[in-house]
């Protein structure tokens, strides 16, 4: 975080002088990045605190939601990006090949550290992986500054800066969409993907001889790693109603990776109507 954004100075002052859109969009991201970084270590320290009277669940949806702040955040990056580089396509600007490639080259450097220290994080975790796209739009934005620099010093074809900016902001946008998309599949407490309702349903009735019926369930992921499940078993005639309730927590358990299931058991008609 301290590297990420010590850096990000040297960055803006060298496109300011360098005259560089690429330097700039780089440094406006590292800008996030710090911020995302400071966001995503707040959020996973709040999200080992126990839950209390308030936040039942306690707060690993802390994580959740940094990861969509980072996305969207992400997103009007890329806008203003894009915004910029058409900008400097209808109106070329002097660009100075030489410092652009050193502070592109210093900035390599930096993000490859960083996205070293990040890979070897827990990637299922969306808040993770948020921070981890941020320095990734980084490496990539150093590689394009790098290119363009080059590019630039040999042929003085300054275009290239902005159409390379545009490159590495359409890679960026394409990783941020999905990280809005899926971390909102969380927010609004979507079916995770890796749970087929249908095919639970039915291995629970074959799995559980005491069981004819499984209806209203609801699956949902609290935090990466952390699923959570209610439903409602229907029980014939003299069943255990305890030992239905551990088998059922048993094949939820085994079969389907959920460890927190709300099993209500039923004898006769379904009291809920939704």
Known sequence: MLLTGGFMAVEVAGGLISGSLALLADAGHMLTDAAALCFAWIAFRLARRPADARRSYGYHRFQIL????NGAVLMVIVAWIGFEALQRLRQPVEVLGGLMLTVAGVGLAVNLISFA???GGNRENLNVRGALLHVLGDLLGSVAAIIAAVVIIVTGWTPIDPLLSVLVALLIARSAWMLVRQSTHVLLEGTPAEIDVPRLKAELVAAVPEV????????????SGKLVMTLHAHVRDGANGEQVLRTVLSVCRERFGVSHVTVQIEHGDCADVA
């Open 66 to 69: 940094a990861a969509f702040v």
């Open 117 to 119: 220290i990040l890979h």
């Open 212 to 223: 004819d019926d499984v209806h209203h369930v609801h699956v949902w992921t609290l935090a």
